[in-house]
Every structure is written in C-alpha cells, then in structure tokens.
C-alpha cells in the first residue's frame, strides 16, 4: 500500500518536515530501506543510520536536524510504528465460507460472514460470530463460544464450553480448556477431581502459540480484557487474570492465582497456587513466586523477594570470593600471633 507522508503524519498525529507530497510505499529498518520507505529513529545512533540510508522519510520523536529525508515527528515512534505497520501491511483477509472439507454440527450456529477452514470441527451447540475466522485444523467442543472477530490460528483447540470475546486472537496449536491438574490420593492411588468448569477469555486478548489454558475444576478461569499472552505460557485451573496484563514466553500459573490488572510476568517465572499479585505488580525473570506480590510491587529470584533486597543479595554474592580471602588472611594473621 501507498501513503503519502501528509497521510502518514496524519495517522498518527505527527507533523511533516519536508514535502509532504512524498509517496511512502513500505516500512522498513535503517539498514534494509530502499527508496521509497519509511523508517523510523529512537535514538541519536538510529538518526544517524537513518540519515545516510536510502529511506524516502524517517519517523522521529526528537528534534534532529534536517536531513536528506522527509522527517516525521511524533510524540513516541514505537507507537506511531505500531499504528502505521497494518496500514502498509494489512492482516490477512479471509472470504466468508464453510470449507468443504469442515465439519460443522447442525446445532452449531456459524454466522454467515465467518470463515471455517479446512479440517475444522464445529461441534454442537457451538457459536462463532460475525468476522471470526479459523484457519484450519481447528477444533471446537460442545457448546464452545466465539465473539466476532476472533481469528484461530491452526490446530488451536476449543474444548466444551469455553467462551471466547471479540477480536480475541489465538496462535497455532494453542490449546483453550484442557482439564485442570487435580487429583486427590484416595485408596492408594490417585484419583482424578473432575474438572467441569470453563474457560472464559474476555475481549481484545491475544495468546501465542503452544500456550495452555486450563478449565476451571468449578467456575471460570479468567483471562482479563486486553491480556496479552506469550508463547509456550501455561495457565492452571481457576486462575484469574486481570485487565491489560503481559506475561511472556514460558511462565507457569499454578491453580488459584490472582492477577490484578496490568500485571507484568517476565520469561521463564513460576507463580505458585492460590496466590495473589496485585494491581501493577512485576515479576522479573526466572522468579519464583512463593507469596503474594502487593499493587505496584515488583519481586526477582528464586524464591522471589523485593526486588531492591534481590540485588543487594546479588551485589553480596558478587562479593563472597573476595571476603572469603580476606577472612583467610585474617585467621593466618591470627594462627601466627597465638604461636
């Protein structure tokens, strides 16, 4: 797609430096643009690489000098980057249709804008609503709901009864409502606790693929409105997420957590069950959560503590082999004094 740099400016509020006739006609890194593109400057550094590329016009947030190209300024060019992206790369578009090698149940209600691929299973009593698109291999259980505008990537899986809001995306071979991890010792052996509760995942969610998201041993696990949720992420029975929270690649939820809203759980932490972070608390990475984090909290390591006490710890540790000799110097200084 082609946009002037007037049309650019005026997507994302911006003011053009420069002749704003100037078609645009891609977006692209420093190091990579060719005539034609955009690209865009964070920093003195990038401005530099910018300016002697070979990009029609560069998107700014500082008052650098003139340069060969049309300028762009923003208030923030990460966000104005993200509000231009699907306008010179739209997302996918899918035609409204049932492929003929899905298989839909009578009772389930299929709007008619929707697109079902191939191999996909629309179980009974199932809904999918306006603009909603599954790819393919997708598979949804008994009584399974999905808003308008979801798009499942393929092989997502949808198990009975979960409910899906609009304009929520899954990406492949994510699975939506598996059984809760319950089990209770009975007679010598385990005995599985039924899990019959659902999944409820509120409007405006994203999840990455491979994640698993279980049902409820009763009621609802929840997924806050705007969650954004990462790669290979395992979420347990009845946990409950807040509004707007991020949690990366490879975290894992036991049962009962608590999320408040804007939460943020970095890479590879571990929160344990029936817990509760608060409203704007932070896990930091590879964290192992044993207690609960208040609003605006932010705990690191392993079992993780506030984080200003976790690197006082670390500078300590850091310190260790240096006192450890000083130690011995001073007991040989000792041992030959007694003697």
Known sequence: ???????????????????????????????KARRGDLTFAENAAFFQAAAQSEAAAILVSDDYPAAN???????????????????????????????????????????P?????????????????ARTV?????HLGRGATL?????????????????????????????????????VFDEGRHRKVPQVGNVVIQADVEIGSNASIDRAALGSTVIGQGTKIDNLVHVAHNVEMGRHCLVMGQVGFAGSTRLGDYCVVASQSGIAGHLTL?????????????????????????????????KRQWVSLQQLPELVRRVRELEKKITSTAT
């Open 278 to 310: 608060g409203h704007q608390a932070t896990v930091g990475a590879k964290s192992g959560v044993m207690r609960d984090v208040p609003d605006k909290g932010t705990v690191l390591g392993i079992p993780a503590q506030p984080d200003k006490q976790t």
């Open 113 to 129: 804008s929707a697109h079902v691929g191939p191999w996909c299973v629309v179980g009974p009593e199932s809904k999918i609503g």
């Open 1 to 31: 797609m082609s946009l002037t740099a007037d049309q650019v400016a005026q997507a994302v509020q911006g003011t053009v430096i420069g002749d704003g006739t100037t078609v645009l006609t891609g977006v692209a890194p420093a190091a």
């Open 69 to 111: 190209q049309v300028l762009i300024r923003v208030k923030c060019t990460r966000i104005a980057m993200a509000r231009l992206l699907p306008l010179f790369v739209p997302e996918e578009q899918f035609e409204p249709r049932i492929h003929p090698q899905a298989t839909v149940h009578a009772t389930a209600q299929v709007d």
């Open 134 to 138: 599954l790819m393919g291999g997708n």
């Open 147 to 183: 808003g308008q505008s979801v798009r499942l990537y393929p092989n997502v899986v949808i198990y009975a009864g979960c409910e899906i809001g609009d304009r929520v995306t899954i990406h492949a071979s994510t699975v939506i409502g598996s059984d809760g991890y319950g089990y």
